[in-house]
């Protein structure tokens, strides 16, 4: 395990609060530093996970800061946005269809439908007829001993 200075740390730790995986981490700090450290070294720094005991508080309380200011501003890249997606396949399609390329334009009409028809979202919206609540009938015992019944009858 190399020892590691404190700026090493820090670095560390926030690409970790950023949701980067160690064997990302492990590469950016052998590209920026030039040493080399293991996965398990790196993940021994994200005290959300099991096999990090003893992470110094103050890493601890950094980690929790740029996790809250990562996911704060994630709203603000683009890409997060369904806008902005949209506005990126109409200038694909635009292209596409001046190259000619029929085979394209069918999926980025695709991509677009899906995109603003909610596909890629997690949100699901389950009503009953005409939009109203879901209507919950109760059975009785006997109801379904009769249904199996008539069932049987005509077959």
């Known amino acids: ?31 920026h530093f030039g040493i080399i450290v293991s ?24 980690f929790n800061e740029t996790r809250e200011r990562f996911l704060k501003d994630a709203a603000a890249v683009p890409v997060a946005r369904q806008v902005y997606r949209l506005r990126v396949l109409q200038r694909a399609l635009d292209k596409a269809e001046k190259q000619g390329n029929a085979a394209m334009v069918l999926q980025i009409l695709e991509q677009a439908a899906k ?4 596909v890629f979202t997690n949100r699901r919206e389950l009503t009953g007829a005409g939009g109203g609540p879901i209507q919950q009938q109760s059975v009785t015992p006997e109801q379904v001993a009769a249904e199996v019944r008539r069932v049987r009858e005509d077959y």
């Not at 720094?45 to 950094?62: F, I, P, S």
């Open 39 to 62: 996965r398990q070294q790196v993940e021994s720094y994200d005290h959300t996970k099991a096999c990090a005991k003893g992470v110094a508080k103050k890493l601890v309380a950094l």
């Open 1 to 31: 395990m190399a020892a590691l200075t404190e700026e090493q740390k820090v670095f560390i730790v926030q690409a970790l609060a950023c949701f980067d995986s160690p064997a990302t981490v492990a590469a950016a700090v052998k590209e």
């Open 115 to 118: 995109e603003s028809g909610g």
